[in-house]
């Protein structure tokens, strides 16, 4: 967090010191604007980081790296040591995997040496902190056991004894025991169900799912200490946690009441003097600063088991000031308005001494989920063949031994509406964005640097939402810096994901940890919009998938309707819990139903429905739906040799991890595109098809807001580069999709619901039926203005010649939208015709697209004759004819384009080349010659060309 301040800033805090009469503050003062006189002295708490190790493989092992330590630097991990090292082969190139692999069946030595300074030695309380540690670990110092640690996403701490803290160096040891033998002993001990892509057994392990496999991920399940390892002393007390509560008054403008509330860690029973908390804001420009000691409600003391080491307990006083906010700059999710950040600071205090401090950011505003009910709901005219849910909540399945007993009770009337709508600061938004998953399968590859080209990706197309998906880990604290400078709210899932638990009470001890440290690490994050307890489970459990004895269906309920939501309501009371995704709110009460909850809706791809599929439904909120398409070449080329280039070669079905997928992909070309003449032209149709396949989806519910509000694409990121869901591959390069996603992403969209022989007639040789051509238009304003603009469509031939144009001046209000008149081409042939439309507001282009009336395969596309033009960073493609989905593209280089996979009619258009996002080689610049442009037409065979 950067906490540097400017002389005006300094002058400001001096002034509200000085009026506040408070002797610290005129101490702190002195500090804060004398140079050179660090800050930190004035805290008794100190940290130090440990970052020099070693690391050894015990036992024989399948690389056969030879005994004795290897040097590394904490953050580590097994697979990036030895690959800094040379010792082992890339992971991710060809099938590296299947060795690598195997090496995590053996066990590893993390050892360093450590010696305490005379002031830590005198400190009442030496500690190290461990913030994270992978997984199954027993930690030692000087050959005396400090403890165990047996969850990745915990920090644990361990006291150093009195007899280890004298002079010299000292000997400290991490032992991983080899995370695949555990599973497996545990597994046998206890069967549990579990996705088959991912180890049997890893349910039994609080570490990341994806790590052990997943149907985009490979089975690589890394090892080490993947966060800062810390010495950490005091002598008085510390701030074990901060919660900065928010009050918005009834007239939100007006005043915001903000209460700081701290648990704090004595080593005495007595202090000194009665503590006391000194809570400091500054506005986000610098211009206002804020001050209270004003003390909230009776300070309070217990002695409880610490956060960080259960097995120690300590005293603790819970204390609270608070001071209100006049005229607030609130924090609005991207889209919607700006994301003015408050600097707050809480400071211990012990008369006039300081004995820690807690600083950071945070946003001023209200979120919730809206669930309220909708009676009497009526549908747009244009939702036609919707199937209402029929499902009343009583539907149950039951466990007799090993037989399932299936219970229906279904009534004639519909299940009334209930609506699903992240709401901020009053208003409900429609939420935009993808799921995201680890960003590296070698966790010390995730940086802020990188993590910041991805996160600036998903706000430059629009995204304001981002579900964390359970089956990765809790992400480190820069992420949600990030969401929250860039209006990103996010969906934050537990990490529990397709797979049944069984409670053991030292599980449930773990799991209460483990929650409790990640709440309160994360709630005072303006971008924190729900919880959410888990990914898939309940639909899972209804049907009967995962659970493997009557007992595992009860943890269910015991841990996702009772345990999880108990947590957050004493963490963080005004979060919003929702208990697993997809659900309508829980109790099995059927978690597919459209029109309540959220969905995961997969009838396209793993359905194989048409993607005109999509208007047969109402979902409330999509908080999945996806498909797949292969990476750009620069990507496949920095993991295939040139032998391996066919998409059923050994080494791409590797990095295909969806067995069913290649043949969905060309399930899918053979109903839209003709057959690609090359593994190059097949690696462009298929991420047109999944960007087509999106489109179609998200354009659909934005033309339908109110009854959906939400879109959130399945997925983002990849964790190694693979064939995926992903609209950004793993090295950085956007797909057609992303491109998509920042048009059809745009608050105000122009869109087209067209009708032809793709939703009426899509096979030629079947029955011969009267096919309506024609096409409804429909502008979504998801903008605080009453927008004024004009549409204009011309129905084209093939060379791009004009048949029949029109145009309508439109007026749409804020947060809804507008059908146009109805456009009727009867009269024309489905095959030799396309509908361009444009909106334009005061001049200015803002939305445009283009629709088939047929398959792209039987549409009588002429040859454009593309050609390229290369200026410094523009690039100038010209067309003889209509050309669809033209891409300027390069075999070795990571491009970025302000867009890109364009449709264009006859005539030019210019590609804006922008700076590479390369995840591996930032700054990398794309050479000229190595540029090439094509578009649909090029990727087949013509007998004509």
Not at 213 to 238: H, K, Q, T
Not at 436 to 455: G, K
Not at 710 to 738: E, F, H, M, R
Request: net charge negative; glycine share 6%; aromatic share 12%.
């Amino acid at each position: 967090m950067n906490t540097d301040k400017s002389p005006k800033t300094r002058m400001l805090i001096a002034y509200a010191m000085v009026l506040s009469g408070n002797r610290y503050l005129t101490k702190l003062l002195s500090k804060s604007t004398a140079p050179n006189v660090p800050e930190e002295e004035a805290e008794t708490l100190k940290k130090r980081t440990i970052t020099d190790w070693t690391l050894q493989v015990l036992g024989e092992n399948c690389f056969d790296i030879p005994k004795g330590p290897i040097q590394t630097t904490v953050p580590s991990t097994v697979y990036s040591t030895l690959l800094d090292h040379h010792l082992i082969p890339d992971p991710f190139y060809r099938d590296n995997e299947l060795l690598a692999t195997r090496l995590l069946e053996n066990d590893f030595l993390y050892e360093t040496t450590i010696s305490f300074t005379p002031e830590e030695q005198g400190a009442e309380r030496l500690l190290l902190r461990f913030s994270g540690i992978d997984t199954i670990a027993e930690l030692f110092l000087d050959e005396h056991p400090l403890g165990t640690a047996d969850n990745m996403h915990r920090t644990f701490e361990y006291p150093i004894p009195k007899a280890l803290q004298g002079s010299g160096e000292h000997h400290l040891s991490v032992l991983l025991r080899s995370p695949i033998r555990y599973i497996k002993e545990e597994n046998d001990k206890c069967p549990v169900g579990y996705s088959p892509d991912a180890m049997p057994g890893f349910p039994h392990i609080r570490k990341a799912a994806c790590m052990f496999g997943w149907d985009w991920g490979p089975r690589l399940p890394d090892a080490g200490l993947f966060r800062p390892v810390e010495i950490l002393s005091f002598s008085d007390a510390r701030l074990e946690s901060v919660f900065i509560r928010q009050t918005h008054a009834q007239d939100e403008a007006a005043r915001v009441l903000l209460t700081a509330e701290a648990d704090a860690e004595f080593t005495s029973d007595i202090p000194k003097a009665e503590p006391t908390l000194l809570f400091t804001v500054i506005s986000p420009d610098g211009s206002k600063v804020w001050t209270s000691g004003e003390i909230t409600g009776e300070c309070t003391w217990t002695i409880r088991p610490s956060l960080f080491d259960p097995t120690r307990s300590a005293r603790f006083m819970h204390l609270g000031v608070h001071l209100s906010i006049d005229h607030p700059e609130l924090w609005w999710p991207n889209g919607y308005g700006d994301q003015p950040l408050y600097q707050v600071r809480v400071d211990l205090l012990d008369g006039d001494r300081c004995m820690d401090t807690f600083e950071s950011r945070i946003g001023l505003r209200t979120v919730t989920v809206n669930t309220d009910k909708l009676p009497g709901e009526t549908w747009d005219p244009h939702l036609t063949r919707q199937t209402p849910d029929y499902d009343d909540g009583k539907n149950t399945l039951t466990f007799q031994g090993g037989s399932k007993q299936l219970t229906l009770s279904r009534h004639d009337a519909p299940l009334e509406g209930q609506n699903f709508a992240i709401q901020v600061n009053g208003l409900q938004v429609f939420a935009m964005g993808a799921d995201y998953i680890p960003e590296d399968n070698l966790l010390t590859r995730q940086n802020r640097e990188r993590t910041n080209l991805l996160l600036t990706t998903a706000r430059e197309s629009g995204f304001n939402c981002i579900r964390i998906w359970g089956g990765g880990y809790f992400p480190d604290d820069a992420f949600y810096d990030l969401c929250d400078e860039k209006g990103i709210l996010i969906w934050q899932d537990m990490m529990f994901t397709c797979a049944s638990y069984e409670l053991s009470p030292a599980f449930a001890k773990n799991l209460d940890n483990e929650f409790r440290q990640n709440i309160r690490r994360l709630r005072n994050h303006p971008c924190l919009a729900l919880w959410c307890g888990n990914n898939e489970l309940e639909m899972q459990y209804e049907s009967g998938e995962w659970a493997q004895t009557p007992k595992q269906h009860y943890d269910y309920i015991r841990l996702f309707e009772a345990m999880i939501p108990g947590i957050v309501h004493e963490e963080h009371p005004e979060a919003f819990y929702w208990p697993s995704s997809p659900s309508s709110g829980g109790n099995f009460q059927n978690s597919a139903a459209e029109n309540r909850g959220d969905t995961h809706y997969w009838g396209v791809w793993h359905g194989n429905e048409p993607f005109t599929a999509y208007r047969q439904h109402h979902f409330r909120f999509l908080s999945e739906f996806g498909f797949q398409s292969f990476p750009a070449m620069p990507t496949i080329r920095r993991f295939a040799a040139p032998e391996d280039l066919n998409v059923f070669s050994r080494v791409m079905e590797m990095h295909q991890r969806n067995s069913a997928a290649n043949g969905k992909i060309l399930n899918y070309l053979s109903a839209s595109f003709l057959y690609p003449k090359s593994f190059d032209a097949l690696v462009y149709c298929s991420q047109l098809l999944q960007a087509e396949a999106i489109r179609y989806g998200v354009e659909h519910f934005r033309r339908h807001r109110g009854t959906c509000m939400g879109t959130i694409v399945w997925q983002l990121n990849d964790c190694w580069p693979v064939a995926s869901w992903s609209s950004v591959d793993y090295y950085g390069n956007w797909k057609a999709l992303q491109y998509a996603e920042k048009r059809m992403f745009t608050p105000v969209l122009l869109s087209c619901e067209e009708h032809g022989e793709l939703d009426q007639k899509p096979f030629p040789n079947s029955m011969p039926v009267p096919i309506d051509v024609s096409a409804d238009l429909h502008v979504a304003n998801e903008t605080r203005e009453t927008i004024h603009a004009l549409v204009r469509w011309s129905l084209r031939l093939p060379d791009s010649s004009i048949v029949r144009q029109g145009e309508f001046p439109v007026t749409v209000a804020p947060f809804s939208g507008t059908w146009l008149p109805h456009l009727d081409f009867n009269d024309q042939d489905p095959l030799e015709v396309h509908l361009d439309y444009e909106l334009f507001m005061n001049g200015r282009l803002i939305s445009s697209g283009v629709s088939l009336f047929c398959a792209p395969k039987h549409y009588h596309f002429r040859d454009p004759k593309l050609t390229l033009t290369v200026s410094d960073d523009t690039c100038i493609v010209t067309a003889d004819a209509f050309a669809r989905f033209v891409s300027v593209e390069s075999d070795l280089t990571i491009l970025r384009f302000e867009d890109n996979f364009v449709d264009m009619e006859k005539g030019t258009h210019i590609f804006h080349l922008l700076p590479s996002r390369d995840f591996t080689h930032p700054g990398a610049a794309a050479l000229p010659e190595t540029l090439r442009v094509r578009s649909l037409y090029d990727a087949a065979e013509h007998p004509d060309s």
